[in-house]
């Protein structure tokens, strides 16, 4: 590549108000301007609430990070407090804790919310979904961000895009499968719009928190589960449960984490420590996907050597009987408002395209290596 | 996936003492330290010079909205003007004058500084290496940070990560290509690695100036040509002098673009400001891929629908037969110094592991997407 003069604009910050205000306008004029000596002294503590366990790998330490960054970024003015799961709310709790303003900011999922609305999980990540680079794509240069300022506005929410575990696994499974035949009749942990396509397929679905996975899976109380991927299953040792560990993870193909933030914190803050919000999560976002992509490889090669488990991959007709479920699944939510139906639509529109592109790029040249280096 | 408790460390933080002195070291001292008042008041005037063209789509435009994040980010404690390639100093002068203190910043890819020393190709972009998503883990999270640190210390230069073009496209040919019989004779515009790679396959390959490239091909003067991809491509208007666009871009998977600063202008910044142009940086890094990724599947509908680009796919013979000359020129580089050969240990062990991770996770999805929704 090298060079040309075309002009181009930058629709994610022209979009967000908080950075042309803090960004774009004040650029050039640095020389004219005092600086805000009042503001700039000004010191805030907040409250961090998240889903996850303290310290919980990649995803509690990536609230952690995003803390960490904030009080870099502003030089000690803005102090987040992290807190872990159960410590000031719980994990369910998050959402309504960070709206009503008892902590100014929250780290975790947006599909963990779709009691308060449905459209919260195409923010996350839907079965047959964008991967971790289109949902970013989408967000910030499709129109996606548009949409969730719109969504969370009515909660008294900012929410952006913090990080991404990147393509999950398909599940660990005590028996081998080959055809829907081999699900009808299984117990299987899995959450979300995921385990409503296995609910069509005939699995019994059940919902268990993170914690109690491993111990149903061990006595036999679930006959398969879904965690994370290598990384994260490797910790939960769920290789010592189950023998079978199935890609790819259709029903999470790269899981948008999201930071909240309470909109009156978050317009109280000088513009500069605005930014600092939103550039925080951004260089997070770029961050804990980093991690996941290395510390999973890692991981699996941990996984496979020293642990012996048995990589499986669904067969072919199988992911297509399974996408068409999850295809019908989806589309459901489109039909429960018109809110959800523009957010489908956006969403559908820019997965068409994507699937088109990431076919001769993505797809193909990690085919080609595989050719030679595989 | 949701919930455990074990412990990970931040190993790119932890690898930047800027930020380990900004951030991780202040964080819970908020409350005892007095603000530093004169440190936050003072204003600085920094110039950015880049290898592109003044507002050039996506990679210009990217040096701009760096610098206006670093703006927002510090309240205009820290105005950067940018330059484009010829303002200041040329394209090829970038890595000299950040160097010697001409200008504080420069923006472009490791790559180009391959007189430098043949290693700067590593944190750039070599064919069959690795994708985005991997350069970024190998980077932060798998020793490639610490690697580049060290070379370029050697420069006077700290260098960041600062955006991503995702997998290129194969090039622009006027005939099919099916064989390496078909390459043979042919007068192909292609820089670096992969040029060198085309010259073994006994093609004659022409280093031209993007700026060239459209009238070169029109005109004949080249066969075939390699660019970005899409986004920019569409923006030559390459496709009126060409007719067959070919996939994959082998020779450039995921070319990571570069932000170098010069080590004492950032040493006197005060720590909160290191740690903007850092984490500005980072934020960067998201935002470029994400504008490609959206750009570039817009641009391929375009391209096809609106203009009959006859899209082709290089065949998996010859891809393996380019794959193997690759693995060649690149392991090359190796031998030419212990230090070269450091970093190509780290990066080809860290490639081993990422072909067998991204062979069940993206690659496997996005394959299995296609079968239904493709």
């Known amino acids: 590549m090298q060079h040309s003069t075309q002009r181009s604009r930058r629709s994610f910050l022209q979009s967000a108000p908080l950075v042309a205000a803090g960004g774009l306008v004040a650029c050039g004029q640095a020389e004219q301007q005092a600086a805000p000596a009042v503001q700039s002294q000004q010191r805030f503590k907040w409250k961090m609430v998240t889903t996850w366990p303290k310290d919980f790998p990649a995803l509690g330490t990536g609230a952690n990070n995003l803390a960490h960054s904030i009080e870099a970024l502003s030089g000690g003015r803005l102090h987040v407090k992290v807190y872990g799961a159960g410590e000031l709310v719980p994990a369910s709790g998050v959402f309504d804790a960070v709206s009503g303003g008892t902590a100014e900011m929250g780290h975790g999922a947006a599909y963990y919310w779709k009691g308060k609305h449905e459209a919260t999980q195409f923010f996350s990540a839907v079965p047959f979904g964008l991967n971790a680079a289109e949902i970013n794509g989408w967000l910030r240069y499709g129109g996606g961000q548009s949409l969730w300022d719109e969504l969370y506005a009515d909660f008294n929410l900012r929410a952006f895009p913090v990080g991404n575990t990147g393509v999950q696994m398909g599940g660990w499974f005590n028996r081998e499968i080959n055809t829907l035949a081999d699900f009808s009749g299984l117990v299987m942990r899995m959450p979300g719009l995921g385990g409503e396509v296995m609910r069509r397929l005939e699995v019994t679905v059940k919902a268990l928190p993170g914690g109690e ?34 890609w790819p993870g259709w029903h999470e193909p790269g ?18 420590l605005q930014a600092v919000v939103e550039y925080a999560c951004q260089a997070a976002n770029d961050d804990m996907l980093s991690e996941f992509t290395a510390r999973n490889s890692q991981a699996l090669k941990t996984l496979v050597d020293e642990h012996g488990v048995q990589l499986r991959r669904f067969p072919d007709e199988l992911l297509a009987q399974i996408g068409k479920v999850s295809a019908e699944v989806v589309a459901e939510i489109a039909g429960q408002d018109p809110f959800s139906s523009r957010v489908y639509d956006s969403f559908d529109a820019f997965r068409k395209n994507s699937i088109a592109y990431t076919h001769i790029s993505e797809q193909a040249y990690t085919q080609a290596r595989a050719l030679t280096f595989g």
């Open 213 to 246: 996975i491993f111990q149903a899976l061990k006595t036999g109380a679930i006959d398969a589960t879904e965690w994370v991927g290598p990384y994260n299953d490797l910790a939960f040792g769920l290789h010592q449960a189950a023998q079978y560990y199935y």
């Open 255 to 272: 899981t948008a984490l999201e930071c909240m933030v309470n909109k009156q914190a978050l317009g109280a803050l000088p513009a500069d």
